[in-house]
């Protein structure tokens, strides 16, 4: 089942964020670019290597309108616990939203109901709240966030310019296709 165009569940959970708990929802992130990328769990050993690499791209995003928000099914306060105590996790600027009850890890078909925690999956959902592109992966295999990111601008770029489309390995200013019948060899 693809989840290409399906909107995002509606939700309000809490998030921890530039030393603050705060509320996000639905339509926090509705009339944005966002990424959501869910980990299994807060003080893991995958988790803080993506979630850092994130950060350290996380200018980037924000200078192509995008928000990062990445979930675990912890609490807003492990989260905290966790930037208190990791230097890793302390380079985190974006908003860590807190899942305890599964409404995201469900709403996005990633949680793992026997463990209670979340599959790494990361989605790019567009302003209108729809998600656009997305993988999930084994828990043992870490994300790659400038692919992530090639991801959100190729996204961003057929929204913008829907007769074109983005062949493997584009980069902003690479040429792209105009798909025609020739091009699919139907001529």
Known sequence: M?????????????????????TVSKQDVLGKWSVF?????????????ELEDLANKYEEFKKVGCEIYSVSCDTHFVHK??????KTIKKIQYPMLADPTGVLARGFDVMIEESGLAERGSFIVN???????????AGNVGRNADELFRRVQASQFVAEHGDEVCPAK??????????????????
């Open 2 to 22: 693809s989840y290409i165009n399906k909107e995002i569940v509606d939700f309000t959970v809490q998030a921890y964020v530039d030393g603050e708990f705060k």
């Open 37 to 49: 990328f869910f980990y299994p769990a807060d003080f893991t050993f995958v988790c803080p290597t």
């Open 81 to 86: 616990a966790w930037h208190d105590v990791s």
């Open 127 to 137: 302003p209108e709240g729809k998600i656009v592109a997305y993988e999930v992966i």
């Open 170 to 187: 584009w980069q902003p200013g690479a040429e792209t296709l105009k798909p025609s019948l020739d091009l699919v060899g139907l001529l």
